[in-house]
């Protein structure tokens, strides 16, 4: 094997699952979709996640999002500013439904 990785096991870098030290996942935008693709039984590993990125295959995605930001921030005498929570409200809801000549 080669860079730490066995022939019947290939993992995406960037997702913190590969051995190296360098690959925390800290800075990854789809590591959830990669986790819940683990986790779900229809393909094997993060597959879903794979194809959905990496492929022409359509996919379809219910896309939820908070439309805003909720906080209340307070300064004192001094100026200093004082934010002691943070909520994200709202609701956005995408559907992404992609049909295409490849699949059926």
Not at 18 to 33: E, I, L, R
Not at 48 to 57: D, G, K, L, S
Request: proline residues 2%.
């Amino acid at each position: 094997h080669q860079g730490g990785y066995s022939a019947d096991f290939i993992a995406a870098g960037g997702f913190g699952l590969t051995p190296q030290s360098y690959d925390t996942g800290t800075n990854a935008a789809h590591k959830q979709f990669v986790y819940d693709s683990i986790n779900e039984t229809l393909m094997e590993g993060a597959n879903e996640a794979c194809i959905a990125c990496h492929t022409r295959v359509g996919v379809n995605i219910t896309w939820t999002k908070n439309e805003y930001l909720e906080f209340t921030a307070t300064e004192d005498a001094d100026g200093n500013w004082t934010i002691p929570s943070f909520a994200a409200g709202g609701e956005n809801v995408t559907y992404v439904n992609t049909s295409n000549s490849w699949t059926s």
